[in-house]
């Protein structure tokens, strides 16, 4: 995420009172962190010499494979401060309350969490805004965005599964929500079908996940940053955003022979002395056409059985509950523990296509015994009064 700085206009603006202003400006700016450590291109202040020491061994790693990836990339005069949140100022705006990193273009300083939900994958984010050159502005709306959430995924695989699925689903929710099906079948014991084979019953249930804004114009990415503090986006509209731009790099990094081939975009529009890239031009190289529909099935198409697993893990509230009340229903033979074996279940993207199996969701296997023990427990308890 990148942090618009209005300073030079204000100055110029309240010139009279320029020595007042500058003294209030400064007081409102975040207290530097107190140790500080210098690296190959800048340098990284923290609280203290080990959390220091781990931002620069990450920056040093990363620095080398950024520019390498990114035509147009210089790493210099670069800070990195490790906040408790990130933030220009003293107090933290609504504006940037829940981002995990900050760039700011005007300091040259990436602003990051300590409490990241990845350190190593937001540095990246966070980066690759910082290396870019001129050319990559040429990007519309939010693509930018998208570009450094595609690189931080490139960059750090651990978590990249993670991202993926977030971004997509986000898009998806954004564009008309995300469409699952659950399969459960059983064996029904001594019964055979027709062919001699064992026979199965169960049930289906197609669950639709929605978004706080499900009918965003997917066009829109194009027209708003939603990647910059001065744009008002709420939380969910941001992620949605970020989520379509990284549908859209993620398209024409594959379709155009990845980052070299979006550059080459950036510097056809600039030879013709436009100021972006045209949205046509985009939606061309992307494959991809205006309606919602479109841009949501492209979205679920991009996500593989990796995708899924991780999708439940964000969402695992409404499997656990349907296997729950299903066996607590059926209450099938032998302990409580081994319920879950006696049963099929299969979990698929109604648009996607992909599927996976209960055994790849062990997280929801541990919830269902747990619920069902404690339901169980709560049972004999009334029984007992």
Not at 65 to 85: A, Y
Not at 157 to 180: K, N, P
Request: with cysteine.
């Amino acid at each position: 995420m990148s942090q618009a700085s209005n300073h030079r206009r204000s100055a110029l603006r309240l010139a009279p009172l320029a020595g007042v202003a500058g003294v209030l400006f400064f007081s409102c700016m975040a207290t530097p962190p107190s140790e500080v450590l210098a690296f190959d291109g800048g340098r990284v202040r923290a609280a203290d010499a080990v959390e220091a020491e781990r931002v620069e061994g990450l920056l040093q790693m990363l620095k080398p494979r950024l520019l390498e990836l990114l035509p147009d990339s210089s790493f210099e005069d670069l800070e990195v401060w490790v906040q408790e949140r990130p933030t220009l100022y003293r107090y933290a705006t609504d504006a940037t309350a829940d981002a995990e990193g900050l760039w700011s273009p005007t300091h040259r300083r990436i602003m990051l969490s300590r409490h990241a939900d990845h350190v190593e994958r937001t540095l990246a984010h966070e980066l690759t805004h910082a290396v870019l050159g001129d050319s990559w502005s040429l990007l519309p709306g939010s693509l930018e965005e998208g570009l450094a959430d595609h690189v931080s995924a490139a960059l750090v695989e651990d978590g990249a599964t993670r991202l993926r699925a977030g971004r997509l689903s986000s898009a998806c929710l954004a564009t008309g929500g995300l469409e699952i099906d659950v399969d459960v079948t059983r064996l029904i014991p001594g019964e055979t079908t027709s062919e001699s084979k064992p026979a199965r019953r169960g049930w289906s249930a197609r669950v639709k996940l929605k978004g706080d804004t499900d009918s965003t114009d997917p066009l829109d990415v194009f027209r708003l940053s939603a990647g910059l503090s001065s744009t008002k986006l709420d939380t969910g509209a941001k992620r949605g955003y970020y989520g379509l731009a990284f549908l859209v790099i993620s398209r024409i990094a594959a379709r155009e022979n990845g980052y070299d081939g979006l550059q080459r975009m950036c510097l056809e529009a600039a030879e013709e002395g436009l100021d972006q890239v045209p949205v046509k031009d985009v939606l061309a190289a992307a494959g991809l056409g205006s309606t919602p529909d479109e841009w949501r099935r492209a979205a679920a198409q991009a996500m593989g059985p990796d995708e899924v697993v991780e999708l439940v893990r964000m969402y695992p509230d409404f499997l656990v509950d349907a296997l729950t009340t299903y066996l607590e229903a059926l209450r099938p033979s032998g302990p409580m523990e081994g319920w879950l074996d006696q049963i099929d279940v299969r979990v698929s993207l109604v648009e996607g296509g992909a599927s996976i199996a209960l055994s790849r969701l062990p997280f929801v296997e541990e919830a269902v015994v747990a619920e069902l023990t404690r339901t169980s427990i709560h049972t004999e308890l009334l029984a007992a009064r």
